[in-house]
């Protein structure tokens, strides 16, 4: 183990994979594995103005709420099978049903197409659910859900939406990147040695926005958005040692000074995108179980003990 890693505490477990594999700034990662069959899920076609886009219907036997559900991947890599474990485990925990999205991608489709793709799949979910699920009424509510850049999305579509009939109920935000800003303390502190690197989280901006003005934009950065106080009950998970923990809890500030109720941990010994590493690291696999649990009590407008407080986030 490097002397950085010892110092910052990271989980063993994920430690050893480390220090073989590294996030490279300008590689894109291959699909997983097909998922295995399951005749709850399939995939179909969000018709949107002027585009289609894939999503995966994951049947739950709740009809309260539909949670879309938006895949990391710094708006640049990423599709239905990357995140497809993390929507099944999200539908099992909350019994929702859930959409996956597959949302337009960087650099061929640059800011804001990925966003506007969120903010029209989110509505039209809201407005078909009762054809795209067995037994969903013809309109039920809708809540958000997102990791990394997926989060970005979750979020910009909910202050989107607010105050429309459309508007998400609740989200869950996990690793969310939700500002430009390379000068936060994190940016340094974890620039490399913990997977996702901050050289690649600079790639994945420089390929998704056209104009360095943009980062400035609440759209690409919604923690700047001076509306935040509409948005709906949140779940924020982060990581202890991720280049966008500072990202979280700007966000988190910001979102209780402006009247938001949150539920939120940050895991201490965990990088960025550690749902990846739920199946060979306890403290991940802890981590993933609370963060769907808490969501899930959120929904059943249940608050108590959700999230461990000697984690909450500062």
Request: hydrophobic share 45%.
């Amino acid at each position: 183990m490097t002397p950085a890693l010892a110092a910052h505490e990271l989980d063993p477990q994920i430690a050893e994979v480390l220090g073989t594999v590294e996030v490279k700034a300008d590689w894109r990662a291959p699909s997983a594995d097909p998922p295995v069959t399951d005749p709850l899920v399939r995939d179909d076609i969000a018709p949107l103005r002027g585009r289609s886009l894939p999503i995966r219907l994951y049947q739950g036997p709740r009809d309260d709420c539909v949670i879309v559900f938006f895949h990391g991947g710094g708006f640049v890599k990423g599709d239905l099978d990357s995140h497809d474990a993390q929507a099944r485990t999200l539908c099992e925990v909350t019994g929702r049903p859930i959409v996956s999205v597959q949302y337009r991608l960087a650099p061929e489709h640059r800011f804001p197409s990925a966003y506007e793709d969120a903010v029209e799949v989110v509505r039209w979910v809201h407005e078909k659910a009762g054809t795209l699920f067995d037994g969903a009424a013809a309109r039920i509510a809708v809540a958000v859900a997102g990791s990394s850049a997926g989060a970005n999305l979750a979020l910009g579509a909910a202050l989107a939406l607010a105050s429309s009939p459309s508007a998400p109920v609740a989200q869950l935000l996990v690793c969310p990147f939700a500002s430009g800003d390379s000068t936060l303390p994190s940016r340094t502190e974890f620039a490399e040695g913990f997977g996702l690197t901050s050289r690649a989280v600079e790639w994945f901006i420089e390929a998704y926005v056209s104009d360095p003005a943009q980062r400035q934009d609440p759209r690409f950065a919604p923690v700047l958005s001076g509306n935040l106080g509409v948005l709906p009950p949140t779940v924020l998970f982060s990581a202890g040692l991720d280049p966008l923990r500072d990202d979280a809890r700007v966000l988190l500030k910001r979102l209780r000074a402006s009247g938001v109720h949150v539920l939120a941990s940050e895991e201490p010994t965990l990088p960025h995108g550690y749902f990846k590493y739920a199946g060979l690291s306890e403290a991940a696999k802890d981590a993933v179980v609370r963060m769907n649990t808490a969501f899930c009590d959120l929904l059943d407008d249940r608050y108590a003990d959700a999230v461990h407080p000697e984690n909450e986030l500062k």
